[in-house]
């Protein structure tokens, strides 16, 4: 009993430890961390140099609350990509990318663009901070980042103050561009994804579950292809003359050839701004995107038209801090903000000299779910007349396809020769070219990202056939098509467009001029043993069937020999033989269109008339034609044209 009551007193000591300990272990509070989350990371294009990532996300909790009166910790927050990043420089480093805390709606933002940080003091309680109370006077939410290397962007001195374990602190990180380019399109069936990997550090450093994100993947935004109704023209035949010397005059021929941009995926074809669209004509003022996380489908990001920057200036015993709201500084009413929305461009190459280049103001088809050969009948809701019923447009670019939205008018009318039904007109303007070289950019002025879309612009051509000139000049022009802008600049950078794109786009042939010409075989001449030959080319290009009437020389070609083993004469070209009318030539005393007399001859010729409907006749005869006399029809070595007539004969000879 004794021992027991010597016992007493210390079983009671280790049961008020333990009674301690247990009350100090229900009082500890969770560290402060955060877990990384980017949601469902969009399609972005292969094409593209600026294209917008996903946000990343950090839910943050635990720790507690900065006592009121005591600075909240400040920590850099940094982020790298796997490739450059290329948001645009509002005023070099300051960058367009933006932090903000506890996602402060349109008039609760205020921004902090202060090298170092804002300073904020702690109001304790169980959550801390209220970052996005509404008014200008709160504190500082929303932080401009600053360009740190190329694959870079670091936010210093950002106040977070820990949330306790009832709330949830919410970072998010925006208008992060990235050159997707740069990744290249995957060659398995898995695409190349943009991955972000954050870090946060400074006077406090914080935990963070999955740092390491996957903030976009990365397809193909385009295919192109050319269809033509006309892909061959000739030299010697004008095609829509009127307009080839005056931009008013309508293309009667039509426009012989469209040029079809197709969406690689819903959502490649993106508005500048969500500005309500009215017609193509005119580009709306963008307006705010400003609410975060909300998806916009536009070139423009997250925007604020009219940013409120605060500074925060603390002092004094105790310590004070002071918030002072002003204007925009660092250039933050361009963040996030596109220059144009998505461009499409035509480049053209090779364009003979004389050719004139015509295009489509709108579409002349907008479809959805156009395959690749196929094409659905024009309607009038489709038609490229009205600016109000196109959903893009021709504009006036530089010749990267960048600038400032200015639409083209048009100065005349067409028809377009594809047309699966009816013949609507077709507003058009001439397609400005400097050494057979020019390009034609539409802007997309409103687009659905929930449907594949596919525009298709007509291209007409003109020129006035002038052979004697050597005009329209003979060769094939190319086009291919793009995205625009083009750039080379695959960094960030304070004034290169936004978007913009690299060129991986393919030359393809558009048309072809070609001459027109007639290719003759005379089998077989001689001025030798007493004999004698002759020859007569009928230019037959003039009938009563409508064909345009055709003029040009012809060059002669020998091929054998002289008298006595001699070299065969040189080739001549005749003066222009006029349609209607014949050359006629001997060998031994020449002939009409100052062809000169080749005797002694004997061989075979080739004449090579410029202009079509040619055909030959020869003959042989003894010296003089007094007893022998032999005649047959020239080959024509040239593929065959088709009829003239409209008459079916029946056919005893060529």
């Not at 996300?57 to 790298?80: D, E």
């Not at 033989?577 to 000169?596: D, E, H, M, W, Y």
């Amino acid at each position: 009993m004794v021992d027991f009551r010597k016992w007493f007193p210390a079983l009671a000591v280790v049961a008020l430890a333990f009674g301690a300990a247990s009350t100090a272990n229900a009082q500890q509070v969770a560290a402060f961390s955060c877990v990384g989350n980017a949601g469902v990371p969009p399609i972005v294009r292969a094409e593209g140099l600026t294209e917008l990532v996903g946000d990343l996300v950090l839910n943050c909790n635990g720790g507690t609350p900065t006592a009121a009166g005591s600075l909240v910790p400040q920590a850099n927050v940094q982020i790298f990509l796997n490739t450059n990043v290329t948001s645009r420089l509002t005023s070099d480093p300051w960058s367009e990318a933006l932090l903000m805390i506890d996602e402060p709606g349109p008039t609760a933002q205020r921004y902090c663009s202060v090298n170092g940080g804002c300073a904020i003091l702690g109001v304790g309680g169980a959550t801390g901070v209220a970052y996005n109370a509404t008014g200008a006077t709160g504190v500082p939410n929303v932080f401009q980042g600053r360009q740190s290397g190329a694959n870079s962007i670091v936010w210093l001195g950002v106040p977070i103050d820990p949330p306790g374990t009832t709330a949830t602190r919410v970072i998010r990180i925006t208008n992060v561009r990235a050159n997707a380019n740069q990744l290249g399109v995957s060659s398995t069936l898995i695409p190349t994804q943009i991955v972000m990997f954050v870090s946060v550090t400074g006077t406090t450093s914080v935990p963070i579950n999955n740092p390491q994100q996957t903030v976009a993947f990365i397809q193909p935004g385009l295919s192109f292809s050319v269809r033509q109704a006309v892909s061959s023209y000739l030299q010697c035949v004008s095609f829509n003359s009127a307009a080839s010397t005056d931009n008013t005059k309508a293309l009667n021929n039509g426009m012989g050839t469209v040029v079809r941009f197709g969406e690689g995926f819903a959502s490649s074809f993106k508005r500048r701004n969500v500005a309500a669209f009215s017609n193509a004509d005119t580009s709306p003022v963008p307006v705010d995107q400003n609410t975060p996380g909300a998806i916009y489908n536009s070139e423009t990001g997250f925007y604020n038209t009219s940013p409120v920057s605060v500074s925060v200036s603390c002092g004094g015993t105790p310590l004070t801090c002071t918030n002072t709201a002003g204007g925009s500084v660092n250039g933050l009413s361009a963040a996030g903000l596109a220059d144009h929305g998505t461009r499409l461009m035509a480049r053209f190459a090779n364009v003979p000299a004389g050719v004139v280049l015509y295009a489509s103001v709108y579409p002349v088809v907008t479809c959805s779910d156009c395959g690749p050969s196929s094409r659905p009948a024009i309607t009038a809701s489709r038609n490229a007349t009205s600016s109000s019923l196109t959903q893009a447009r021709l504009v006036t670019t530089d010749a990267n396809g960048g600038g400032a939205f200015s639409a083209v008018i048009a100065t005349n009318t067409s028809t377009e020769a594809l047309l699966a039904t009816g013949n609507p007109t077709i507003a058009s303007a001439p397609i400005a070219l400097n050494n057979g070289a020019g390009t034609a950019v539409w802007e997309v002025m409103n687009a659905d990202p929930l449907v594949s879309q596919t525009y298709e612009f007509g291209i007409g051509v003109s020129y006035t056939a002038n052979t004697s000139n050597n005009l329209p000049g003979l060769g094939s022009a190319t086009v291919a098509g793009s995205f625009a802008p083009l750039s080379t600049v695959t960094t960030a950078s304070a004034s290169a467009p936004v978007p913009r794109f690299a060129d991986t786009s393919t030359a393809r042939t558009i048309f072809t001029i070609s001459a027109c010409t007639t290719n003759i075989l005379f089998v077989f001449l001689t001025n030798q043993a007493g004999f004698d030959s002759g020859i007569a080319i009928s230019n037959t290009s003039v009938d009563p069937f409508g064909t345009a009437p055709q003029s040009g020389p012809c060059k002669l070609n020998y091929y054998g020999e002289t008298t006595g083993g001699g070299a065969a004469p040189a080739a001549q070209t005749s003066a222009v033989v006029p349609a209607g009318k014949q050359l006629t030539a001997v060998l031994s005393t020449g002939g009409n269109f100052g062809i000169a007399a080749t005797p002694g001859f004997q061989g075979y010729m080739i004449a090579q008339c410029q202009f079509q409907y040619a055909h030959g006749f020869a003959f042989i005869s003894d010296v003089g034609a007094n007893r022998v006399s032999e005649a047959y029809l020239g080959l024509i070595l040239d593929s065959g044209l088709p009829s003239r007539t409209l008459f079916q004969s029946e056919i005893l000879g060529h």
